[in-house]
T-cell receptor, first 114, second 115 residues
Framework: DTEVTQTPKHLVMGMTNKKSLKCEQHMGHRAMYWYKQKAKKPPELMFVYSYEKLSINESVPSRFSPECPNSSLLNLHLHALQPEDSALYLC?????????????FGPGTRLTVT | AQSVAQPEDQVNVAEGNPLTVKCTYSVSGNPYLFWYVQYPNRGLQFLLKYITGDNLVKGSYGFEAEFNKSQTSFHLKKPSALVSDSALYFCAVRDMYLNDYKLSFGAGTTVTVRA
């Protein structure tokens, strides 16, 4: 099973709302990632969790807050977003953070900020 | 530093014809190279990777890629394209010796296969 699941599939939120994105994998992977993707552009790395510890924060604004409750779950908490934050948010996982391992992506959450 | 270039924004081919999507890379050390495909409104799907060994790598859905160190290229190929291969393709690289967790993607190539 090489499946990464993400919920919700679609999310519309106002600029004052608080919401969360959820990602789950049951492949025993020890690295998990959040990416932001604009239409027809490559994904942009936001955060990397390695063995449940935050390893990379790519200078992401504090209105995005990641959380890794356990080795299978990854959350992205959203607060006071801006319209330019509207995008497809992708979660991915890999067996380990080492360079040789491919990443498996979830289907994404399509976020619209109004 | 590591980077990937996909020189073609779009590739158009007829069904049944060979498909090639080009990728060149730049790394300081040795590369790990990946191809991903993205269908509309979906996440990225892993197709294949080159780590070491045989320069010709075979992957999912009949795709293969050839690693060429002298030309720093990793072109994706399929002998006979299908309409269902129409999608956005990303090449990606990681430097073997960089421990920064980052996968560098190319800009992407949109493939359209006409019936």
């Amino acid at each position: 099973d090489t499946e990464v699941t993400q919920t919700p599939k679609h999310l519309v939120m106002g600029m004052t709302n608080k919401k969360s994105l959820k990602c789950e994998q049951h492949m025993g992977h020890r690295a998990m990632y959040w990416y932001k993707q604009k239409a027809k552009k490559p994904p942009e790395l936001m955060f990397v969790y390695s063995y449940e510890k935050l390893s990379i924060n790519e200078s992401v604004p504090s209105r995005f807050s990641p959380e890794c409750p356990n080795s299978s779950l990854l959350n992205l908490h959203l607060h006071a977003l801006q319209p330019e934050d509207s995008a497809l948010y992708l979660c991915a996982s890999s067996q380990a953070p080492d360079a040789a391992y491919e990443q498996y992506f979830g289907p994404g959450t399509r976020l619209t900020v109004t | 530093a590591q980077s990937v270039a996909q020189p073609e924004d779009q590739v158009n081919v007829a069904e049944g014809n060979p498909l090639t999507v080009k990728c060149t890379y730049s790394v300081s050390g040795n590369p790990y190279l990946f191809w991903y495909v993205q269908y509309p409104n979906r996440g990225l799907q892993f197709l294949l990777k080159y780590i070491t060994g045989d320069n010709l790598v075979k992957g999912s859905y009949g795709f293969e890629a050839e690693f060429n160190k002298s030309q720093t290229s990793f072109h994706l190929k399929k002998p006979s394209a299908l309409v269902s291969d129409s999608a956005l393709y990303f090449c990606a690289v990681r430097d073997m010796y960089l421990n920064d967790y980052k996968l560098s993607f190319g800009a992407g190539t949109t493939v359209t296969v006409r019936a």
